[in-house]
């Protein structure tokens, strides 16, 4: 126990939670690194009781930033890793954005996320797409000192964020209410 809680460690297979025993689940930046995120999503819904909610948050594929990135990384071709690494410090000769295997193993957008959310048997309630440095999601993230360049694109972020393509996509879904089966004659 832990702050008066019931605290698990380790996976959720070791975890063993019976079915439909949780009300909520959280997953903050998880599925993206996941091997099998649809087969994790089924599992985690078979541990939801009725009308229980998962919230999952992720790298947004749509986000405005991204798609400012991709512009910028495609016309400057083979400048963009040597420029990136002048700027701002970063090395992207081992990876292509925040795709980074394996670390990142999944990009989402809303399609992709949302579709994944029903074929597992929920129902999504909400779709957020708010920015990194979102005052309510992330209040943090201006705690870091950045340069100007990252500051620059942070600025896009927070456009983005207020455009509904902010770089976090975050899905709040519910597990549908068990239909009851009337009894007696028909």
Do not use: C
């Not at 439909?20 to 099998?36: A, F, Q, T, W, Y």
């Not at 599992?43 to 991204?66: C, M, P, Q, V």
């Amino acid at each position: 126990r832990m702050f008066g809680l019931d605290v698990t460690t380790g996976t959720l297979q070791e975890a063993r939670f019976p079915p439909e025993s949780m009300d909520v689940i959280v997953l903050g930046h998880v599925i993206e690194h996941l091997p099998d995120p649809g087969g994790m999503l089924f599992k985690l819904a078979g541990l939801l009781k009725a009308e229980g909610l998962i919230l999952i948050a992720t790298d947004n594929a749509g986000a405005l930033r991204f798609s400012i990135e991709r512009v910028f990384r495609k016309g400057l071709g083979g400048l963009a890793r040597p420029l990136v690494k002048l700027l701002v410090g970063k090395d992207l000769s081992g990876r292509y954005g925040r795709l980074n295997p394996p670390v990142h193993l999944y990009y989402f957008n809303e399609e992709t996320l949302g579709g994944m959310v029903k074929k597992a048997g929920m129902q999504i309630t909400r779709f957020m797409k708010p920015s990194q440095g979102d005052p309510v999601w992330f209040p943090q993230l201006d705690r870091y000192l950045v340069n100007w360049v990252e500051s620059l694109f942070r600025r896009i972020d927070d456009v983005g964020g207020r455009l509904n393509r902010g770089s976090v996509l975050m899905v709040l879904a519910q597990k549908p209410r068990k239909v009851e089966r009337p009894t007696g004659d028909t």
